[in-house]
């Protein structure tokens, strides 16, 4: 009965809480259930995201209904990975519905109550083997879209697709008289740096790169989900420069530092409420002192103090 009532959770709030256009709203709602009665392991993932939404709005039921995501999530997980790794036409949708879902999982499920742990994995060694997972599989997204893209935009769920098909990849990217000095000046951290190598310059111009087409979409291209065009970002900065935030690279933390805040846009969202400043804590953590005239934008735009 339990799992009666997670689905009943998901398709009758949770999906109006967790998703931010009514395109979504529609095939969240109807196309990615169908999916899930064919996929096994993407309707384990449904309801887990309900089972978490639950804990959340029911916190007297929170043991319950966080065993219940807790082995929802780690099942869809062993159920998907047999089917990326023999990705096909009938799949894909299944296998793309879930690898949202897991950046969307990834955030809500994050404690405020201690690090984000979202680039820098949990010290408990369950917790780190599965934020790892998150990060890859949703990463993943890219590769699913990249292999059968004709299919995807074609099926079930094009109408994502249908807003960023009509953008122009060599577009320019303007940004708002406040955004744009900031992001201009911030490359000077490391393009005379004699610490870093080629590839790490090289990786921290594309993550800068795409923080400004983030920055610039979310102002100019309003018809676009502002959560698929922040977690765009996430899913396109390059392996090289996660590699440098889990060395704690310090152009590399501010970067994602600058990235925190375009997460404070999605505020409004209880499932990212806070979650913009419990990243950021965490980066400015990491980074230590010296770094005071790169940190006061982020701290400015996120906690409203410098």
């Given at each position: 009965m339990l799992d009666l009532e997670l689905l009943h959770f998901y398709t009758t709030v949770s999906i109006y809480d967790f998703l931010d256009t009514d395109t979504y709203l529609q095939l969240f709602g109807k196309e990615v259930v169908q999916l899930a009665f064919q996929f096994p392991f993407l309707m384990h993932e449904l309801l887990s995201i309900a089972a978490l939404h639950l804990a959340h709005h029911r916190p007297e039921k929170r043991l319950l209904y966080g065993h219940a995501s807790d082995v929802h999530a780690a099942t869809g997980l062993s159920l998907y990975q047999p089917q990326i790794a023999r990705l096909t036409y009938k799949n894909c949708h299944a296998c793309f519905a879930f690898s949202t879902w897991i950046w969307i999982h990834a955030w809500a499920a994050q404690d405020l109550s201690k690090p984000s742990s979202l680039f820098f994995p949990a010290k408990v060694p369950d917790e780190e083997e599965m934020n790892i997972k998150w990060i890859a599989l949703h990463r993943g997204t890219n590769s699913i879209i990249e292999t059968l893209w004709p299919v995807l935009k074609d099926g079930p769920l094009g109408g994502i697709f249908d807003p960023w098909v009509a953008l122009d990849p060599k577009r320019p990217d303007p940004l708002t008289e406040e955004e744009a000095p900031i992001l201009d000046a911030l490359p000077q951290i490391w393009q005379d740096s004699e610490s870093l190598t080629l590839g790490e310059k090289e990786a921290l111009e594309r993550a800068i790169s795409k923080l400004r087409r983030t920055c610039s979409m979310l102002t100019f291209n309003t018809n676009i989900s502002r959560v698929s065009i922040v977690m765009a970002w996430f899913?396109?900065?390059?392996?090289?420069?996660?590699?440098?935030?889990?060395?704690?690279?310090?152009?590399a933390l501010l970067v994602a530092m600058h990235f925190c805040t375009t997460l404070k846009g999605l505020d409004h969202l209880w499932w990212m409420k806070g979650k913009a400043e419990n990243l950021l804590t965490t980066l400015i953590d990491a980074l230590g002192e010296g770094w005071d005239t790169w940190t006061r934008w982020p701290k400015l735009k996120v906690f409203g103090e410098e």
């Open positions: 899913s396109a900065v390059p392996d090289e420069y996660l590699q440098m935030m889990e060395r704690k690279n310090p152009q």
